[in-house]
Structure formats: C-alpha cells, structure tokens
C-alpha cells in the first residue's frame, strides 16, 4: 500500500485568510487526487493534481479558491483561499497506487 | 457521469448478526468498487474492492457482491462486533485516466451489544 502523509492534520482559520495543505507519498504515483468532507457528508472530488499541467477540476470547484500545485510524483498541495465558515471540512489527499486508491489521514479545518 | 447511490442510510444491527449494505451505479463502464470504513475522527481505510470481472470477493467476515447487469453491488459483514460501529462508504470507479471514486451517501452501522 502507499503511505500517504498530510498536513497539517488540524486547523482553526480565521475567516478571510487563506491556508495550504501539503500531501506526501512514499512512492512515485501518477494520479494525485484532493478530496472535500463536509460535515455528516460523504466524500466529493474537487480536482486531480496533474504532475507538470494544471489541476482538473470538478464541477462546482475553481482554480481560484482551491489552487493546486503537483511540481513532482510525490508532492502536491491544496490551497483553501478567502476561507469562509462553509469550508470547515475535512480535505483528504488520495492517491491511486497499484490500482488501489488510498487516502491520507485528512487535514480537519474549522474556520469560524 | 457517474452516481452512486448507496442504502441504508442508517443500520442497527444486534451484536452477532450480519449487516447488508447495497450500493447502485449508473455508468455500466464502470469497473473498480471499493467499499471504505469511516471511523469517527479518522479518514477512511479500504476495508475490500472488487473488480468487474469477478462477483464476489470474501475476506474473514467480510464480502462483496457485484451483479453487473443490474448495476448493483453490496457489502455484507458476518458475526457484527462493536467495533464494526463506523460509517461505510461505496464507491465506483472507471479505470481510465482520470481515475475518479464517486462514492455513496454513506451508512452509519451501529452494532448493539
């Protein structure tokens, strides 16, 4: 399996401000995925972090509140921007390896 | 694209029972189904999948069945612990570029002890 790491694990925000998250893998991995957990809810795509092009987003999901860094197989970022209240969510880094997909452990952001 | 739609959406169980939770899709192209174990405060971890050109997978008290031509698959657990309590996802995947799980609303498994 692949071991995937997050952070930061947990967050306050304050509204308005903006805060990135950070994905490692242990293994070189082509597709890189960013995930949104709202409360109570189950899991939706936001976008697939593409190594060396831009992310490819989800309906609903913009470039502009969620940009998406991939610059290598191992390594991707999510940036939250101008958080709101309606962001607090959990955001999972997941990877599809050895045709499995696996997750991170999540980031748990709370903005208030 | 792609919808998953997953029932229950809460079960109770009597601690030593089975629990079945079933899932469709509508993308008969469709041909990875994971099922995820969500524990509260933690991500979710595979717990078995099955692949398109199989019908049933077991693991210890764990299975999974796929009818393709109707477009359904169900988890079935055995002998239900405690620690079965979490919430269960389903989820579908087509195996090209772009690999992308459309997951189920979720069920929240209690077992009663």
């Known amino acids: 399996s692949a071991v995937i790491s997050q952070k930061p694990s947990r967050d306050i925000c304050q509204r308005g401000t903006s805060l990135t998250i950070q994905c490692q893998v242990d293994?070189?991995?082509?597709?890189m995925f960013w995930y949104r957990q709202q409360p109570g809810q189950s899991l939706t795509l936001i976008a697939t972090a593409n190594q060396g092009s831009e992310a490819t987003y989800e309906s609903g999901f913009v470039i502009d509140k969620f940009p998406i860094s991939r610059p290598n197989l191992t390594f991707s970022t999510l940036t939250v921007s101008n958080m709101s209240p309606e962001d607090s969510s959990i955001y999972l880094c997941s990877v599809d390896a050895f045709s499995t997909i696996y997750f991170g452990e999540g980031s748990w952001l709370t903005v208030v | 694209g792609e919808n998953v739609e997953q029932h229950p959406s809460t079960l109770s169980v009597q601690e030593g029972d089975s629990a079945v939770i079933k899932c469709t899709y509508s993308?008969?192209?469709?041909?990875?189904f994971p099922w995820y174990k969500q524990e509260l405060g933690k991500r979710p971890q595979l717990i078995i999948d099955i692949r398109s050109n199989v019908g049933e997978k077991k693991d210890q008290r764990i299975a999974v069945t796929l009818n393709k031509t109707a477009k359904h698959f169900s988890l079935h657990i055995t002998e239900t612990q405690p620690e079965d309590s979490a919430v269960y996802f389903c989820a579908a995947l087509k195996k090209e570029y772009g690999n992308k799980l459309v997951f189920g609303a979720g069920t929240i498994l209690r077992v009663k002890s």
């Open positions: 293994s070189q991995v082509t597709m």
């Open positions: 993308d008969s192209a469709s041909n990875y």
